[in-house]
């Protein structure tokens, strides 16, 4: 299995960038899978997770109203719109097998990515 995020850059506050995470070997719509990140200094965190099967998503409180995870087969994305200079981290995609909940946590998961840097400009 191999997960392989893109989309990462340099974005001004108050702007979007759109996260795409592409899978190979597994197929996101039987996993639940989703978005971390970790800040400088910080721990990672769960951004947002999306169980196809169940048409569970799940969301941080920080990023409700602003963020949308959505999925197929192959890839995972995770638009963000209004981003803030806080969220400037390296973001992760991640899978696991679970799906009777959505856990978007990430000893849950068990396939990772190698992340993508966001850096949101103040």
């Known amino acids: 299995v191999k997960l392989v995020e893109s989309g990462g850059g340099l974005v001004q506050a108050g702007g979007s960038l759109r996260l795409p995470c592409e899978a190979a070997?597994?197929?996101?719509?039987?996993?639940?899978a989703g978005w971390f990140r970790q800040a400088p200094g910080k721990e990672r965190e769960g951004v947002s997770c999306v169980t196809k099967l169940k048409g569970r998503t799940y969301y941080a409180d920080s990023v409700k109203g602003r963020f949308t995870i959505s999925s197929d087969n192959a890839n995972v994305y995770l638009q963000m719109n209004s981003l803030k200079s806080e969220e400037t981290a390296v973001y992760y995609c991640?899978?696991?097998?679970?799906?009777?909940?959505?856990?978007?946590?990430?000893?849950?998961?068990?396939?990772w990515g190698e992340g993508t840097l966001v850096t949101v400009a103040s």
């Open positions: 991640a899978a696991q097998t679970r799906t009777t909940h959505t856990y978007c946590t990430d000893w849950t998961m068990e396939y």
């Open positions: 070997g597994l197929d996101f719509d039987e996993y639940t």
